[in-house]
């Protein structure tokens, strides 16, 4: 099954731009690109998930590799809210693969 | 209201001792799933049922068992709980017709079996 890699942690000033890089050389056609986050003490919540195309909601952007081996989930404006852990999964059709690494420790710095 | 709850939210107990955590959801899904958490491992998938008929083992659901009693309900039991399943539990539901359906998580139970 597909995995996916992220850095242990990173930080960000408040107000500025964080890309949050993850890796998934292994991606087969049918496995879409989901993030996921966890702020403390509560289960993790969605954030946007992709195919091929780079996607925008109110909370994110995603950003896909022409190749689909990589992704960047890109927070426009870091505030100290957003400071969570961050997952990228990817899933099929129905979940009963989807293997939750230990994501990357997000910090804002105010 | 939260539409994923979990009882209890902390539990502490010893260890051969049964335990049931319980999640309820209001979303109106078919699918659920419980995950287990432990400190910089991410979550793993215990076990997930599709329907009230249908129940499947996940990642790591030795020592554990479940119950689905209804659509909205889905349990989990330790039959006999040991100190290493000492972690965070998270029920978790989606539609699950697509990859792009969203999982919804309840708040977590905190279980520590001394």
């Known amino acids: 099954d597909a995995k996916t890699t992220q850095p242990n942690s990173m930080e960000s000033n408040e107000e500025e731009p964080v890309h949050l890089p993850c890796n998934h050389s292994?991606?087969?056609?049918?496995?879409?690109i989901h993030w996921y986050r966890q702020l403390p003490s509560q289960g993790p919540e969605y954030v946007i998930h992709?195919?091929?195309s780079n996607v925008n909601n109110r909370m994110a952007s995603l950003a896909i590799a022409e190749d689909r081996k990589s992704s960047t989930l890109i927070l426009h404006r870091a505030t100290l809210r957003d400071a969570a852990v961050y997952y990228c999964?990817?899933?099929?059709?129905?979940?009963?693969?989807?293997?939750f690494g230990p994501g990357t420790s997000l910090s804002v710095i105010p | 209201d939260a539409d994923v709850t979990q009882t209890p939210r902390n539990r502490i107990t010893k260890t051969g001792k049964r335990i049931m955590l319980e999640c309820s959801q209001t979303?109106?899904?078919?699918?659920m799933y419980w995950y287990r958490q432990d400190p910089g491992l991410g979550l793993r998938l215990i076990y997930y049922s599709f329907d009230v008929k249908d129940i499947n083992k996940g990642e790591i659901s030795d020592g554990y068992s479940v119950s689905r009693q209804a659509q909205a309900k889905f349990s989990l039991s330790l039959e006999s709980a040991i100190p290493n399943q000492t972690a965070l539990y998270f029920c978790?539901?989606?539609?699950?017709?697509?990859?792009?359906?969203?999982?919804?998580f309840g708040p977590g139970t905190r279980l520590t079996v001394l």
């Open positions: 999964i990817l899933v099929k059709t129905s979940y009963d693969k989807v293997i």
């Open positions: 978790a539901t989606t539609r699950g017709t697509t990859h792009t359906d969203t999982q919804y």
């Open positions: 979303k109106g899904h078919d699918r």
């Open positions: 292994t991606i087969s056609g049918t496995d879409y």
């Open positions: 992709g195919l091929t």
